[in-house]
């Protein structure tokens, strides 16, 4: 029996612990390296019970995989894709479940999804926001959601209040203390231990500019980590390392899945019951 080791997560930094399934394939179809994909790949190989890698659709077609539960579908560009192909997939495995993750030049790229199924679409970067949820749909985001006493409060940055009315509604839904501040002033504000940072106040995406802003929260509250967020329209890999390598925990791009953002929320005693959708751009 293969070892089950943990991966870690691209925007977090942490580990991401894999949870196995049954034993179903998960037929990976191409590419699997690069800055887009490779630790997206690392990941489904821990977290898979079993996993088969097909360098593109053609390949998947003629050399069939057995058992398979998921597929996921990496799209390097805007090639064209096979239709007939897909469909031919989709017939031999009609209970799998898809999921598209593009790279960055598929951007303004369509296609339709298999027949028979429903595809999801995810850009490759985001991986660590659906993978999880995708391989083990009982589980969830590895939230890890639970309810705690409140502890310091969120600090949401942005230009203008236009901008932040939606992360104050979303704060006022989960009953947790948030301010909205124009621009990272530690002095105007106190006890903070969250920090929703939105791409309105964050046009220079140097590190020593994200080292400037993580700066002014200081490192710890309440002997942890502040957390930080950067929610960006960003699909830049060089952008989104410069941020995580200074101190940002997670970065979103618009449009997200709140899940992944209330997640951050938890030790301020936040609610988890909340429905499910994307907040715009």
């Not at 002033?185 to 802003?213: F, K, L, P």
């Not at 993580?214 to 410069?242: I, P, R, Y």
């Not at 709140?258 to 929320?265: G, Q």
Request: hydrophobic share 40%; proline share 4%.
């Amino acid at each position: 029996m293969r070892n089950c080791n943990w991966t870690t997560s691209r925007i977090s930094g942490k580990p991401i612990m894999p949870e196995l399934r049954s034993l179903t394939t998960l037929l990976w179809i191409g590419p699997r390296s690069g800055n887009e994909f490779a630790q997206a790949y690392r990941y489904c190989e821990t977290a898979a019970s079993q996993i088969a890698w097909r360098s593109d659709l053609l390949q998947a077609v003629e050399r069939p995989a057995m058992n398979v539960g998921q597929i996921v579908f990496a799209r390097l560009d805007r090639s064209d894709v096979c239709q007939s192909d897909l469909d031919h997939l989709s017939t031999r495995h009609p209970e799998a479940d898809w999921l598209a993750l593009e790279g960055s030049s598929c951007a303004g790229a369509t296609w339709r999804s298999p027949s028979r199924t429903t595809a999801r679409y995810t850009h490759a970067l985001n991986w660590d926001q659906v993978l999880p949820e995708f391989l083990n749909p009982q589980r969830g985001l590895e939230l890890g959601l639970s309810n705690h006493l409140q502890r310091g409060s969120l600090a949401i940055i942005a230009s203008n209040y236009e901008n932040a009315a939606a992360l104050m509604d979303l704060a006022t839904e989960t009953e947790v203390t948030a301010v909205w501040l124009n621009s990272p002033n530690s002095s105007r504000v106190r006890n903070v231990s969250v920090v929703w940072w939105d791409d309105s106040v964050t046009s220079d995406t140097s590190r020593n500019a994200w080292r400037t802003r993580v700066n002014c929260f200081g490192g710890t509250f309440c002997g942890e980590q502040v957390s930080h967020v950067w929610l960006t329209n960003s699909k830049c890999f060089a952008d989104m390392a410069a941020a995580t390598s200074q101190g940002i925990s997670l970065v979103l791009s618009k449009p997200y899945r709140i899940e992944p953002l209330t997640a951050t929320l938890n030790s301020l005693g936040q609610n988890s019951e909340l429905p499910i959708k994307r907040l715009a751009a």
